[in-house]
């Protein structure tokens, strides 16, 4: 960490000093990053493997691998689960509650394959983030409101169900409890997820049959860069170098043409002209061309971060004909406006 951006605190003060242990540590202030510029490791490629958090205000990244996971549990009051959106996984509910007599006949005519005209939204979740629009319901709790799924991670087979797996979720007093096997699988194999408030998620892999270190605490992150389900008409459809902010945490973005103010001039005072959407893709894949084309240059964004910190940020390059290389794109930001 840059010393410049490290300050110490101390409360100097008599009436201050005296309610201090003098024992008690001085209070660290660490100020916000004044910005930078940075390269994520998406891995390569159109497909990239992993999934990269980016915090501005510490200049951090956290890497991940994609398919790392496939269910997500909600820390937050209410009880909801969602799917990895960084792959193609796909849910659909049986009309059955008792996991343990769901078998590989209960798939006859279902098709859980989704992307490139396959598939319906109903399968995924919400693409712009909504809680309430899980292809798993909410967990009811009423235990026998609460049905079974079939989930296809992305690293199953789309055409082979004993590939797939059945699960359903109850609650517990401060959480969740998963009931899951492969669909040919006689043993019922048994998860509890306790809810963590300082994340947004706390995230499963049913291969791995463990949690897994994915997102960042919630307010340590601001943006995530990764290949993403998204839609097109009314079909799902999946995007390369995708972008979405932490909207759980209060994250916001608003969308500038450098024509009308460019990215070097914009100041604080104009953050009230613009526009904010709090919706997971409120970047999105807006920045850069479908085709061969690249980052659109004219345009960047202003990210208002969950401490209430103001950023600038422009797409510098990806590896369409900009001189990057694909899967490792560059980003610039600069602070606009600090909370403090």
């Known amino acids: ?10 409360a100097v003060g008599t009436g201050l000093f005296s309610a201090c242990s003098k024992d008690e540590e001085p209070t660290v202030v ?7 510029q940075l390269t994520l490791n998406g891995g390569g490629g159109t497909g990239s493997p992993n999934t990269v958090y980016v915090d501005f205000s510490s200049d951090s990244t956290a890497t991940r691998a994609r398919t790392s996971w496939v269910l997500g549990f909600y820390g937050g009051a209410e009880y909801r689960v969602i799917l990895n959106g960084f792959t193609s996984a796909s849910a659909v509910a049986l009309n059955k509650t008792d996991i343990n007599t769901v078998n590989i006949e209960d798939t006859a005519g279902v098709k859980m394959a989704i992307g490139q005209g396959a598939g319906t939204l109903s399968m995924i979740d919400d693409v712009y983030g909504d809680l309430t629009k899980t292809a798993i319901a909410e967990v009811s709790a009423t235990d026998a409101n609460n049905k079974v ?8 087979s789309a055409t082979d169900p004993a590939t797939w797996f059945k699960i359903r979720v109850t ?27 300082s994340f947004n998620f706390t995230f499963f892999s049913l291969e791995g049959a463990n949690t897994v270190n994915v997102e960042p605490k919630k307010a340590t992150w601001d943006i995530a860069w990764s290949y993403a389900a998204y839609f097109t008409a009314t079909i799902p459809y999946f995007f390369s170098d995708f972008v979405v902010i932490n909207q759980y945490a209060g994250v916001s973005a608003a969308k500038v043409d450098s024509t009308v ?13 613009q526009t904010f959407s709090n919706k997971r893709d409120a970047i999105g894949s807006s920045w850069r061309a479908t085709t061969g084309n690249g980052i659109y240059k004219n345009f960047y964004y202003v990210v208002k971060d969950a401490a209430g910190n103001y950023y600038k940020l422009k797409f510098v390059s990806m590896g369409l004909n900009d001189g990057g290389t694909r899967g490792y794109p560059v980003i610039e930001y600069k602070l606009v406006k600090s909370a403090n």
């Open 1 to 10: 960490m840059k010393l410049s951006r490290l300050f110490l605190v101390l």
């Open 30 to 36: 660490i100020p916000p990053s004044d910005g930078s």
């Open 149 to 156: 799924y079939l989930v296809k991670p992305e690293t199953s």
């Open 171 to 197: 609650r517990t007093s401060n959480g969740y409890t998963l009931q899951y096997a492969k669909l040919k699988e006689t043993t019922i194999k048994t998860a509890t997820i306790t809810k963590d408030d």
């Open 261 to 273: 103010i460019g990215y070097n001039s914009f100041t604080a005072a104009n953050i009230a002209a």
